[in-house]
Every structure is written in structure tokens, then in C-alpha cells.
T-cell receptor, first 114, second 116 residues
């Protein structure tokens, strides 16, 4: 597609359940980022993928969070045993040139944990 | 570690007046600086970036930003504000964070309200 696609756009789940969020980056973009945006807050870095290099996981808040990306294609962010504080919009972005290029963001996946 | 500060949570400006949204940064090495805008219930959109060259950078929708190395600032400006400019604005800095990672760090955002 022309832009970054994220699914689902909205997810409501019960505390303790696992959720999986998906990101389809722009074709040819080598790098991919996941961010979390809590209501009324800024963007919190979660994880960064660059080609086949080891991902930068330094922003993942706990071991309940994990993400995968195969090559330069789709990425999935998985949250296990969700907690109410996980409620947020999860934003994915891809970039063509890792150091100087601008990020192209998806519309986000809004997660609500009851 | 790199960081970005947006000292104002909210900026109010009358339509037609010039606007400034402030941003300061801290980074090791040469900074790559960005501004993004977020309209309600939408994803972030790129406005402009500074990589190298002229300190005054022009971007989308008539916005511009001035890179000031001595003051470590990258303030966003527009000569004449429109009501449609009302949105949340984020400043971001990218620097090499080691092991092949170019982490992009965002400020907490500034809400711009343009009053008719």
C-alpha cells in the first residue's frame, strides 16, 4: 500500500489477555519503529528494527512486551497478560533511510484494557 | 542519552498572528531534528527536518524552523497562523544510539490553539 497500515485500529480486551498488533510498513523502507502514546501524553519509544540487524529493544517497558519483524516486512507487537496501564495508542512508523529520513506513521492501534 | 524539551504544554495565538512553538534538544554529536504534527484522532505527519546546511528550514503548510546550535534549539514558526493549524506539535531528535540503532526521541508535545 501507499502508507503504513496498522491493525486492528481499535482493540478492547480484558485484563490478563494477550494481544497482538500488526504493522505493514511502506514497501522498501528498511527501518521500523513502535511507539506508545498514552492519553494526553507524548510518544514513548518501544522498539526499533533496522533490516536484519538485532533490534533496539531498549524502550520495551517489561518482559510482557515483545515484537518481531521478518526482514523488511510486517511487524507484530505482542503484549502478554495485559494490564490496565497498557491502555494506549500504539503507533508504528517506517523510514526509508535510517539516519536522515523522516518517519511515516500509521494511524495507530488504540488498545483499551478493561 | 538524547532528549527533547518542549517547554510549553499549550500555545494560544490569534488567527493571522505569527506563531512560535519552542523546542530545545540535547544530543551527542550532530543532531538530526524533526517536527511532526498530530491532528485529532490521526497519526503523526511530518512537517520538516534539519539535517545539515541552512539553519532556516522550510516545510509543509508554510511552517519553518530555525536551527540554533549555540542555543541547542529548533523552534517552529509560521508568519501567519490559521485556525486549521490547531493541532498537537511534536519536536524530535535522532542520533546514533549505538549497535546500529538510530533512535528517534520525541518531546512531550505542544498543543497549538489558533483563535479565530
Amino acid at each position: 500500500g501507499a502508507g503504513v497500515s496498522q491493525s486492528p485500529s481499535n482493540k478492547v480486551t480484558e485484563k490478563g489477555k494477550d494481544v497482538e498488533l500488526r504493522c505493514d510498513p511502506i514497501s522498501g523502507h528498511t527501518a521500523l519503529y513502535w511507539y506508545r502514546q498514552r492519553l494526553g501524553q507524548g510518544l514513548e519509544f518501544l522498539i526499533y528494527f533496522q533490516g536484519n540487524s538485532a533490534p533496539d529493544k531498549s524502550g520495551l517497558p517489561s518482559d510482557r512486551f515483545s515484537a518481531e519483524r521478518t526482514g523488511e516486512s510486517v511487524s507484530t507487537l505482542t503484549i502478554q497478560r495485559t494490564q490496565q496501564e497498557d491502555s494506549a495508542v500504539y503507533l508504528c512508523a517506517s523510514v526509508a533511510i535510517a539516519n536522515t529520513g523522516e518517519l511515516f506513521f500509521g494511524e495507530g492501534s488504540r488498545l483499551t484494557v478493561l | 542519552a538524547q532528549s527533547v524539551a518542549q517547554p510549553e504544554d499549550q500555545v494560544n495565538v490569534a488567527e493571522g498572528n505569527p506563531l512560535t512553538v519552542k523546542c530545545t534538544y540535547s544530543v551527542s554529536g550532530n543532531p538530526y531534528l524533526f517536527w511532526y504534527v498530530q491532528y485529532p484522532n490521526r497519526g503523526l505527519q511530518f512537517l520538516l527536518k534539519y539535517i545539515t546546511g541552512d539553519n532556516l528550514v522550510k516545510g509543509s503548510y508554510g511552517f519553518e524552523a530555525e536551527f540554533n546550535k549555540s542555543q541547542t534549539s529548533f523552534h517552529l514558526k509560521k508568519p501567519s497562523a490559521l485556525v486549521s493549524d490547531s493541532a498537537l506539535y511534536f519536536c524530535a531528535v535522532r542520533a546514533y544510539s549505538g549497535a546500529g540503532s538510530y533512535q528517534l526521541t520525541f518531546g512531550k508535545g505542544t498543543k497549538l490553539s489558533v483563535i479565530p
